[in-house]
């Protein structure tokens, strides 16, 4: 039963660039959500998406998007890259309609952008 | 708005050693409470939830947590720690229906 994946492990973007990261969620999960872990901080929530829409967004401008597809994949999108954006990137998968279902998480996309 | 506060930052101790790492919360609603743990290079592992119930909750590798509503804490603990527990732990947040919010993290560092 494979879990979250994500791809690609690792990224180095320029200033000003754009960027897509991607996700596959848990075999059985419905809903996605994309957090952003910045050098030793705890994970902060970008937004997160189910049936193919974004239901529910963190404090992140929108420079920040996303994408959900049929199969339940999903992509982040971030544009106008700064330096504050290199992170990891993680994606946990969920299923609605479980009672407060946990978040499984994948190992993240370790972005810099120099 | 919740929010979480681990309260240590680093915690170092020795093999077989008992540990806490503390955790408080702030909400005005009722809330359900996760420890996750990271190790290098990984992504977050679920430790141990609380949803209702049972204010003592046992998890995987041999930890539990203990939530105490009047103190509004969610502390995880564990009676004897081995190398492999060295990781990052986070302890995290979350009302229904809404994202999951976690603390900064506390780095459990097991020394022989």
């Known amino acids: 039963d494979a879990g979250v994946t994500q791809s690609p492990t690792h990224l180095i973007k320029t200033r000003g660039q754009q960027v897509t990261l991607r996700c596959s969620p848990k075999?059985?999960?419905?809903?996605v959500s994309w957090y952003q872990q910045a050098l030793g901080q705890g994970p902060q929530f970008i937004f997160q998406?189910?049936?193919?829409?974004?239901?529910q967004r963190g404090n992140f401008p929108d420079r920040f998007s996303g994408h959900q597809f049929p199969n339940y994949s999903s992509e982040l999108n971030v544009n106008a890259l700064l330096l504050g954006d290199s992170a990891l990137y993680l994606c946990?998968?969920?299923?609605?309609?479980?009672?407060?279902?946990?978040?499984?998480f994948g190992n993240g996309t370790r972005l810099t952008v120099t | 708005a919740q929010s979480v506060t681990q309260l240590d930052s680093q915690v170092p101790v020795f093999e077989e050693a008992p540990v806490e790492l503390r955790c408080n919360y702030s909400?005005?609603?009722?809330?359900?409470l996760f420890w996750y743990v990271q190790y290098p290079n990984q992504g977050l592992q679920l430790l141990l939830k609380?949803?209702?119930?049972?204010?003592l909750v046992k998890g995987i590798n041999g930890f539990e947590a203990e939530f105490n509503k009047s103190q509004t804490s969610f502390h995880l603990r564990k009676p004897s720690v081995h190398i492999s527990d060295t990781a990052e732990y986070f302890c995290?947040?979350?009302?229904?229906?809404?994202?999951?919010?976690f603390g900064k993290g506390t780095t459990l560092s097991v020394s022989s």
């Open positions: 995290a947040v979350m009302r229904a229906g809404t994202a999951l919010i």
């Open positions: 998406y189910y049936e193919e829409e974004e239901r």
């Open positions: 609380y949803l209702s119930g049972s204010t």
């Open positions: 075999s059985g999960h419905d809903t």
């Open positions: 909400s005005s609603v009722s809330v359900y």
């Open positions: 946990a998968s969920s299923r609605t309609g479980v009672t407060n279902s946990p978040l499984h």
